[in-house]
């Protein structure tokens, strides 16, 4: 599988935008960008996925690079309840589905 | 509510003790997963399963057992439990159709004394 590259930690205060980055410089043509999150003491949970063009729904938006090397993740204004720790992951979609965990990006959120 | 449900939440056991975690989902996905979460090594898949009947190993099978005869249900066994599986367990579900969400479950934390 490719490999994603996050920081470790971002913070933000609450009611602001957040920006989190991911490198994945290896990126295949046939993989897709998804991200999860993991809420403190719970399962990750699915965020968004794109392949190329940037994509909305209710939780975030995911902007990629036209090169497609790196991504972001955008929280248009964050709440308490969007601190965990959030994945970028590759898939190609092909094989057993299988989800890569790297180890994310814990954001904290001020209030 | 769809959702994926596991049992035990929560299990204290001593080693050679044989355990079953069971997880079940209620959407009528194809897809099951089995993984372990460990601080510093993130998520890592055990067992996975296509369909009914048909079970693969992940990255880190050793030590577990897994089944799948009905579609809701993909139980892990510990035939014989080690220090070593003291982890936080996920259960995960999803249809098989391309580039779709994983349904996670809440986890089971398991101490191997």
């Known amino acids: 599988d490719a490999k994603t590259t996050q920081p470790n930690s971002m913070e933000s205060n609450e009611e602001e935008p957040v920006h989190l980055p991911c490198n994945h410089s290896?990126?295949?043509?046939?993989?897709?960008i998804h991200w999860y999150r993991q809420l403190p003491s719970q399962g990750p949970e699915y965020v968004i996925h794109g392949l190329t063009s940037n994509v909305n729904n209710r939780m975030a938006s995911l902007a990629i690079a036209e090169d497609r090397k790196s991504s972001t993740l955008i929280l248009h204004r964050a709440t308490l309840r969007d601190a965990a720790v959030y994945y970028c992951i590759l898939r190609d979609g092909f094989g057993n589905e299988k989800l890569t965990f790297g180890t994310g990006t814990r954001l904290t959120i001020i209030p | 509510e769809a959702q994926v449900t596991q049992n035990p939440r929560y299990l204290i056991t001593v080693t050679g003790k044989k355990l079953t975690v069971t997880c079940s989902q209620n959407?009528?996905?194809?897809?099951m997963s089995w993984y372990r979460q460990d601080p510093g090594l993130g998520l890592r898949q055990i067992y996975y399963?296509?369909?009914?009947?048909?079970?693969d190993k992940g990255d880190v099978p050793e030590g577990y057992k897994v089944s799948r005869k009905e579609k809701r249900n993909f139980p892990l066994i510990l035939e014989s439990p080690s220090p070593n599986q003291t982890s936080l367990y996920f259960c995960a579900s999803s249809p098989r159709t391309y580039f779709n969400e994983q349904f996670f479950g809440p986890g089971t934390r398991l101490t191997v004394l």
């Open positions: 959407m009528n996905h194809e897809y």
């Open positions: 399963s296509m369909n009914v009947e048909v079970t």
């Open positions: 290896t990126i295949s043509g046939t993989d897709y």
